[in-house]
């Protein structure tokens, strides 16, 4: 099983979309996929207590055990806010290291995939949130898609851009078997 976080909880997010082609690719290779969406989290999770585990929302707790914990690899798929990466993500990851920190992110491994309006393709805020995934534990695979000027891409609510599929694709397989 792989988990596929969604980086934003932005509503009619684009990384969405493209996560959801990616969970698509999966299944055409045979591989079982789960999406997170921050999106779904409880707004309740930025509270003054949420750094003592005996305090951790339990929404939280079971997304932790769901999506991260029971894991062995990542797919993040997040979009360039400011020159980084999403707030929110790192709101969660700190949410969840209040609890059970060992067993999230240690010794295990994430692909990064940026989304962006702009030229870059989320790079630099990959660059950021791998120095973030090093921190707690987890390597980073090698290989990084940059996806810049998204808003073209996405048509009728679907990510259609044959290069960036193609090289996606590719990708996929050799992070499965990585
Ligand atoms: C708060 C915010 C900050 C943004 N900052 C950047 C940026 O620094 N560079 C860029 O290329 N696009 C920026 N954008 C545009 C996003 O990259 C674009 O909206 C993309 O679709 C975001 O992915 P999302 O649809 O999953 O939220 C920003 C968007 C938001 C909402």
């Known amino acids: 099983m792989i988990s596929i976080i969604v980086g934003t909880n932005r509503k009619e997010s684009k990384s969405t979309i493209v996560a959801h082609k990616i969970s698509e690719l999966l299944r055409s290779a045979g591989q079982k996929s789960q999406i997170l969406e921050l999106k779904d989290l409880p707004s309740e999770m930025l509270h003054e207590s949420m750094y003592t585990s005996d305090n951790q929302h339990t929404i939280i707790s079971q997304y932790q055990d769901k999506y991260i914990a ?28 209040v609890r059970h920190y060992k067993t ?75």
């Open 70 to 97: 029971t894991v062995q690899k990542f797919i993040f798929v997040v979009p360039e806010y400011n020159g980084s990466f999403p707030g929110v993500l790192k709101l969660f990851i700190d949410a969840v290291s």
């Open 104 to 178: 999230n992110f240690s010794g295990k491994t994430a692909f990064l995939v940026g989304i962006a309006s702009g030229r870059l393709g989320n790079a630099i805020g990959l660059d950021h949130l791998a120095y973030v995934l090093n921190y707690v534990g987890a390597s980073t695979f090698p290989q990084r898609l940059y996806i810049p000027a998204i808003d073209a891409k996405v048509k009728d609510t679907e990510f259609q851009h044959e290069g960036d599929i193609g090289v996606l694709t590719q990708m996929l397989n050799e992070f499965v078997n990585y």
